[in-house]
């Protein structure tokens, strides 16, 4: 039975980590004490994670923990997407198409999402960035790029 | 008098025209930035730092200290007008600020805050003059083993002050030197972690990290509830304390420098804890403590003073030792890195004018912090009216052309995003983020220190325990780890965490 799932849940991330660690670095040179190879420090780090993450989950069964509330799933999934999207399409669409494009589906995750001030501050955003990073600054980046025939 | 020539070759390189409108930018972006709402000094500094990297080094860091003490104060701003602290280190601010902006007077808090701030920096920029050249002298005798033993009772310090769970925030700490060593190994050419994907080769920028964990991780979580931000007061008058108020002023503006000052030194601490200790200090000492909660100016000035004495003095053993003590600091030495300054007790000698013209900067930056107050209140005021859903898409796009900017590559965008998600999941476990970073920064040097160490000993990891001045230090974490588990201590740790979320 979990008491803790916060800490039932960071103990399996820092196990995933701490044991990622140690079988990636098996195929670095282990080194010696003295002559430390590339995969001396991350394998005991590595090793100190296995540790701290097993102990939060023996925790997670022994004692109680606040329960971890709710999560955001909207917000989460919006804000990375927008943000993901902005770097695969901003080299091919250009500055000018990207950039609303995060405006709009970030700005999608807020329960006061309205049409008009978005697509205002989306054009107002674009114009001041095409202004201050590329002209300003000189951001290699197209304001209408090749996809559309920039 | 020496003191005097070192603070003069500072004004020096301070006042140069570029330098002051540096400066100046750099305050006023930050309180600007600062007072927005959900931006505190971590992710504004990460945001405008790629901005600094087309000037010189002295500028750089001189405009980034000025976004650093500028966010702070457009902080304490924010709680006083609205009751939301843009960071942790101004949320006792809200306590009797608020209070005092609900009884019509929000400029006279304001000015307090204004006027303590620039005491304290004025306190504690003399004390890093004063401090800064013997601890840098001591520590020039540091070997690997010293530097090694300092960054551990460095980390220990930041997981010691980190809110919630001391076995969560060793995980993070453990976690974050983990994730610093992705890249190129420099001692073999191995790269490790990296998974093949050639824009790993150099490890994932700080500023990526930053940006993610601090700024993307912070607007999901401000999504979760949407509050509406109401301005208490839209026109502030009588921004002039009375008399009766500077005198009320005067003593809690001297301990809370006092104790912020001697809280900002230590490792790991930052400006929060002195912050929070100047308060109930304040509230325990001072004649009027009937008034705490409802709006005594003291309850401004005392911790509006050690916050800032003691985001100033944190930059003691970052200028001496190259240690940072708080995410903040931890960018700094990442921005310095970048500009080819490795930061350490040589930086003093070998770089005289750009140590002491920064700290002479910090003094003209606090000015400017004073004079910029009263012309531009009621525009802060307008800018803290922006609506938050209109507000962070506008971030995440600084965020992410500023992330794309630092070395053109998309690769910075992804990983940014990726940060973002896992600060959140983090965040939403009871795990901070500050210590990781801060390991983050520090995980190749500590490495870099640890492979040193054990060179010279020939493998005798016992070194570390030999050698009296890393014993020592050692041992001073094992003890601030100590504390931690005594029961009296924990408590009040608790305490001083549930005040200040509340």
Known sequence: MIRSTKDFWTGLIYLFFGVSAILIARDYSMGTGGKMGPAYFPSILGGLLVVIGAISV?????????????????????????????????????????LPLLVIISALASSRFRWRPTLIMAAGLTIFCVLVFIKGLGIPLPIIGPWFGG | MELLGHLLLGLQT????????????????GTAIGVLPGLGPTATIAMLLPVTFVLPPVTALIMLAGIYYGSQYGGSTTSILVNLPGEAASVVTTLDGYQMAKQGRAGAALAASAIGSFFAGTVATFLIAGFGPPLAAVALKFGPAEFFSLMVLGLVASVVLAQGSLLHAIGMVVLGLLLGLIGTDVNSGTQRFTFGIYELADGIGFVTVAMGMFGLGEIIRNLENEEERSVMVTKITGLWPTREDFKRMVAPILRGTIIGSALGILPGS?????????????????????????GAIEGVAAPESANNAGAQTSFIPLLTLGIPSNPVSALMVGAMIIHGIQPGPSVINEQPSLFWGMIVSMWIGNLFLVVLNYPLIGMWVRMIMI?????????????????????????????????????????????????MLLAFILGPLMEEYLRRAMLLSR????????????????????LAMCTVLIPAFSKTREEAFVESST
Not at chain 1, 69 to 81: E, I, W
Not at chain 2, 14 to 29: E, K, R, S
Not at chain 2, 410 to 427: H, K, N, R
Request: proline share 5%; net charge positive; with cysteine.
């Open chain 2, 387 to 435: 609506p938050y859903q209109l507000l962070y898409p506008g971030i995440l796009v600084f965020c992410a052309i500023g992330v794309f900017s630092l070395k053109n590559a998309e690769a910075d965008i992804y990983f940014m995003a990726l940060f973002g998600v896992l600060g959140y999941v983090f965040s939403k476990l009871g795990c901070e983020p500050a210590p």
């Open chain 2, 270 to 294: 930052g400006s929060i804890l002195g912050s929070f200790a100047a308060y109930s200090i304040e509230k325990k000492v001072s004649k009027n403590r009937a008034q705490f909660g409802k």
């Open chain 1, 58 to 98: 023996i925790r997670s069964f022994i004692a109680h923990g606040a329960p971890i509330g709710t999560f955001a799933f909207k917000g989460l999934a919006l804000v990375s997407v927008s943000v993901l999207m902005f770097g695969i399409v901003v080299r091919g669409a250009g500055l000018a198409v990207a």
């Open chain 2, 14 to 29: 301070a006042a140069t025209p570029a330098n002051l409108f540096y400066c100046f930018v750099g305050v006023f972006l």
């Open chain 2, 459 to 478: 493998g005798d990891p016992t070194v570390f325990l030999r050698r009296p001045i890393s014993a020592t230090l050692l041992a001073l974490a094992v």
